[in-house]
């Protein structure tokens, strides 16, 4: 138990549904995290939150749409995905005003896209 | 450019001692972490160095040469256990970080 917790654990969806990804940390950390992990790949991040703020976004495909409503939750909504964005997606969170290494992840939601 | 590089597969057996390295290359260097991942599971911090030298935590140790680009994770009196994938990661100068595509440590008895 890391302290951050990802919903669903799997997702399949098609090309033209829309669904949503959430997370939540318990820990009281300040910035949250999505990174995409593909099979025998670094991790890729995508967005960056910092006390709600975006503060990161690494040219991520504008199907993907991030939503912080406050410290605690995020959310990565999905809508007209494609096969290749087949993944396991990892929330993560740190603590402190700079960026920190020192990451706590979630154990990821694995998506399909058919 | 950047860029950072490390084994994609190594083998080891119960009770012995198994170095897993990383190389990396970059103009910024704010430190290197190392993750560990078992299957199925969230990456789990293990170690940070930003200064040259051997840190030690238990079994694990890590070791970093900011000249040399290089780190290494030691793990020593291997258990079953340990079988999971090795994610290394640099902190670049932009306070970014750069992450190695992972080495699964395969543990047999």
């Known amino acids: 138990e890391t302290g951050v917790t990802q919903t669903p654990r799997h997702l399949v969806m098609g090309m033209t549904n829309k669904k949503s990804l959430k997370c939540e940390q318990h820990?009281?950390?300040?910035?949250m995290y999505w990174y995409k992990q593909s099979a025998k790949k670094p991790l890729e991040l995508m967005f960056v939150?910092?006390?709600?703020?975006?503060?990161e976004n690494n040219s991520v495909p504008s199907r993907f749409s991030p939503e912080c409503p406050n410290s605690s939750h995020l959310f990565l909504h999905l809508h007209t995905l494609q096969p290749e964005d087949s993944a396991l997606y990892l929330c993560?969170?740190?603590?402190?005003?700079?960026?920190?290494?020192?990451?706590?992840f979630g154990e990821g939601s694995r998506l399909t896209v058919l | 450019g950047q860029n950072i590089d490390q084994p994609t597969e190594m083998t080891a057996t119960e009770g012995a001692i198994v170095q897993i390295n990383c190389t990396y290359q970059t103009s910024g260097f704010n430190g290197l972490f190392w993750y560990q991942q078992h299957a199925g599971e969230a990456p789990t911090f293990l170690s940070y160095n930003v200064l040259d030298g051997l840190e030690e935590k238990g079994r694990f140790s890590s070791f970093l040469s900011r000249s040399k680009g290089y780190s290494y994770l030691l793990l020593k009196e291997l258990q079953m256990k340990d079988s999971a994938s090795y994610l290394c990661a640099f902190m670049d100068s932009n306070y970014q970080l750069i992450w190695g595509a992972g080495t699964k440590l395969i543990i047999k008895p």
């Open positions: 820990l009281g950390h300040n910035a």
């Open positions: 939150y910092n006390f709600k703020e975006q503060t």
């Open positions: 993560a969170s740190s603590q402190g005003e700079k960026v920190t290494g020192e990451l706590f």
